[in-house]
């Protein structure tokens, strides 16, 4: 069974870079898929952030100019850096695997991170 | 700002059924894949329909996935209580080059 757990930093603070990472279990992600990161704002709906492949990334356009997603296989897990952070970046973030379809059909229970000062 | 649309609630008694609608445009559902999610209080998404029409394992045959153009329809037959929740349609933008999740829609049961 495919799982994802996401940790990091519950608070962030203005202007500041929130880090993330996702540890994935039951399946190695070297071997495929895409590895992405989706968020949701409190009461508000879903925004994909970007995902990572063998190939490359590939980030939601509004908000290119600020994320990095990277691999590290050993550890079997990735990473999201978001920089330059606002109150507008509060939410819960989830890690999720994603089919070449645009499916994501494994997700993590989410973070929730909080930008205040 | 969601490029797909949906109705903000449908809501039905047990036992009947409903259909929460997505619509989107060439570039995004006219040609790619749908995908539907199923997200209860307080937990994550849960992939319900994928491909379109394609329930992946576990997930009971009450819900089901149609496209047509630019619109998709998730239809639940059967509604019983546990399938409250925010629904929300998914699919790869080819203009913008992104994923794109709709915009909602909360399933009420009577």
């Known amino acids: 069974q495919v799982q994802l757990q996401e940790s990091g930093p519950g608070l962030v603070k203005p202007s500041e870079t929130l880090s993330l990472t996702c540890g994935v279990s039951?399946?190695?992600?070297?071997?495929?898929?895409?590895w992405g990161w989706i968020r949701q704002p409190p009461g508000k709906g879903l925004q994909w952030i970007g995902s990572?492949?063998?190939?490359?990334?590939y980030y939601n356009p509004s908000l290119k100019s600020r994320v990095t997603i990277s691999m590290d296989t050993s550890k079997n897990q990735f990473s999201l850096k978001l920089s330059s952070v606002t109150a507008a970046d509060t939410a819960v973030y989830y890690c999720a695997r994603g089919t070449r379809y645009s499916s994501h059909d494994y997700w993590g229970q989410g973070t929730l991170v909080t930008v205040s000062s | 700002q969601s490029v797909l649309t949906q109705p903000p609630s449908v809501s039905a008694a047990p036992g009947q059924k409903v259909t929460v609608s997505c619509s989107g445009s060439s570039s995004n559902i006219g040609d790619n894949y749908v995908s539907w999610y199923q997200q209860l209080p307080g937990t994550a998404p849960k992939l319900l329909i994928y491909e379109n029409n394609q329930r992946p394992s576990g997930i009971p045959d009450r819900f089901s996935g149609s496209k047509s153009g630019t619109s998709a329809t998730l239809g639940i037959t059967g509604l019983q209580s546990g399938d409250e929740a925010d629904y929300y349609c998914g699919t790869w933008d080819s203009s913008l080059s992104a994923d794109v999740f709709g915009t909602g829609t909360k399933v009420t049961v009577l």
């Open positions: 990572i492949y063998h190939l490359g990334t």
């Open positions: 039951g399946y190695s992600i070297s071997s495929g898929y895409y």
